[in-house]
């Protein structure tokens, strides 16, 4: 079962609408829809909220830790309230899904995310689950660092606010511990894939975005 949800991104006005928010801005509809609010906790470095769904404690966390020691929070508050890695499930922006697709996993690699880096360091182990939020790639792994921390334009702004809708309507099928249900309604509804690149003239193609990243954050 789930007994902590949290969303990854960086605290202050200034990251708020950036695509590396992705996690913050899922689970503060969390927060919301469960009519809870997150408060600061030194204690825990991030913002807290406690819910009660079917009888069950269930606690929300932003860490305030900025992205790279996301870590640093939810282990002090896993550790203090004895939740166990696979209780655990990350929000995070995931370059490698297009703007409007979203993967449920549990376990595996941090993919070079800084923020699940630390969380692996952190809980000692990788057997957390982690709802992936795509946020599309630039096309350019130098780009990658200015691209998380840049607000996605109009046309990607919508299919991920209809992914995060998605996601939240999933909530309670991850909650019940009902994961295949909760896969099946995330990973419905993918955008469309963009049509293979037109030869430049020369007949050279034109370059594709890789489809495994290096992240910088």
């Known amino acids: 079962m789930i007994k902590l949800l949290v969303g990854l991104g960086n605290p202050g006005p200034e990251y708020e609408d950036t695509r590396h928010n992705a996690g913050f801005w899922w689970l503060e509809a969390v927060a919301r829809t469960l009519k809870v609010t997150l408060q600061p906790e030194r204690s825990h470095f991030g913002r807290v909220a406690r ?85 599309g790639h630039p096309g350019d792994k130098s780009e990658v660092a200015n691209w998380v921390l840049k607000k996605p334009a109009p046309d990607q ?10 996601a939240l309507r999933a909530l309670p099928d991850l909650l019940a511990d009902r994961m295949d249900k909760a896969t099946a309604l995330l990973h419905t509804s993918k955008p469309p894939r963009p049509k293979p690149p037109r030869p430049a003239p020369g007949g050279a193609a034109t370059p594709v975005a890789p489809s495994k990243s290096d992240r910088t954050l």
């Not at 370059?95 to 000692?124: M, T, Y």
């Open 51 to 135: 819910a009660t769904v079917d009888g069950r404690t269930l606690w929300l966390l932003e860490p305030m830790t900025y992205m790279n020691r996301s870590g640093q929070a939810v282990g002090s508050l896993a550790r203090f309230y004895k939740i166990a890695p696979d209780e655990v499930l990350v929000a995070h922006d995931e370059l490698d899904l297009a703007p409007g697709e979203l993967k449920l996993k549990k376990g595996g690699g941090h993919a070079g995310h800084n923020g699940l880096r630390d969380i692996h360091a952190q809980l000692g182990s990788s057997d957390y689950w982690r709802l992936r939020i795509g946020i």
């Open 157 to 166: 702004r919508e299919p991920l606010e209809q992914a995060l809708d998605r």
